[in-house]
């Protein structure tokens, strides 16, 4: 009979130690879950704001390239508004020097054509001088005369508004040429600016050494410090997310060995 007792109470003190472990490995899982928890949430709240981090830098990344490629297209823009000048200043200065060539090849025509003008009045005036004391001068010589002053007269009008038109062609191309040369100076001023070069089209000198702080090379630089950025924040918020994702798998297991625990424990208290 004393056997049999002492074999219940071997087993009855087996069971609680069971029990025992069983609720300690319980006690030390449910710290598990609880600092899993804390990690997790402590990386969720990084990866967010990461994602915040990586939102506002690709916004500046892509402002920073639209920058660039402005200024870039100003300064391609400048380039060609001279190349454009500089064609069309050589255009207006030959058309220039034709019209002063046609200017000055007009007034000899029109000084022939005012002369032409005077002897043929003259003529018809000595004839109708004639005519009234030698009736036999023919009426139509007269006539003819008389045709010949009216187009000469015309003649000399026709030309002087061709030499008028002449010299407001004159006129618009050295207005022209004045426009073109201040487009040409300003096109380059606005180049110098963008490049931070001299007229010799070199870099600026900079305490006897030349150093490039043009707008273009700071915009550049930017452009290439905002894409930095944003590779450090694409990479350090890739490492965020890997240890997230890691550290939701570790309480994920802490969480199913916490169930399968918390069973077999109550499974053993139903038992003992």
Do not use: W
């Not at 899982?29 to 990386?43: F, P, W």
């Not at 915040?52 to 297209?73: P, Y």
């Amino acid at each position: 009979m004393s056997t049999v007792i002492l074999k219940r109470h071997e087993n009855t003190e087996r069971k609680k130690a069971e029990l025992d472990a069983l609720t300690t490995e319980i006690l030390d899982t449910q710290y598990q879950v609880e600092q899993y928890n804390a990690i997790v949430a402590s990386l969720t709240e990084k990866s967010n704001n990461f994602q915040n981090f990586l939102a506002q830098a690709e916004i500046n990344c892509s402002s920073a390239l639209n920058n660039k490629n402005f200024a870039d297209q100003l300064v391609q823009s400048a380039l060609d508004l001279q190349s454009f000048a500089n064609i069309a200043f050589a255009k207006i200065t030959e058309a220039e020097k034709k019209t002063r060539s046609l200017v000055a090849q007009m007034k000899i025509v029109i000084g022939k054509v005012i002369y032409s003008a005077e002897v043929i009045n003259k003529l018809a005036n000595i004839v109708i001088r004639k005519k009234s004391v030698n009736p036999l001068i023919s009426d139509e010589l007269l006539s003819m005369l008389s045709t010949a002053c009216n187009n000469a007269n015309t003649a000399v009008s026709l030309t002087l508004v061709a030499l008028k038109a002449a010299f407001a062609a004159q006129a618009s191309n050295i207005g022209s040429e004045a426009e073109i040369a201040l487009e040409n100076q300003q096109s380059m001023l606005l180049y110098r600016l963008l490049t931070d070069t001299g007229a010799n089209g070199n870099l600026k000198r900079d305490n006897g050494g030349i150093k490039d702080i043009s707008i273009i090379r700071l915009l550049d630089s930017a452009y290439t410090d905002a894409q930095n950025k944003y590779d450090e924040a694409l990479n350090a918020g890739n490492i965020i997310t890997r240890q997230l994702n890691e550290a939701k798998f570790k309480l994920n297991q802490a969480e199913a060995k916490l169930k399968l625990l918390q069973s077999g424990l109550a499974a053993a208290a139903s038992g003992f």
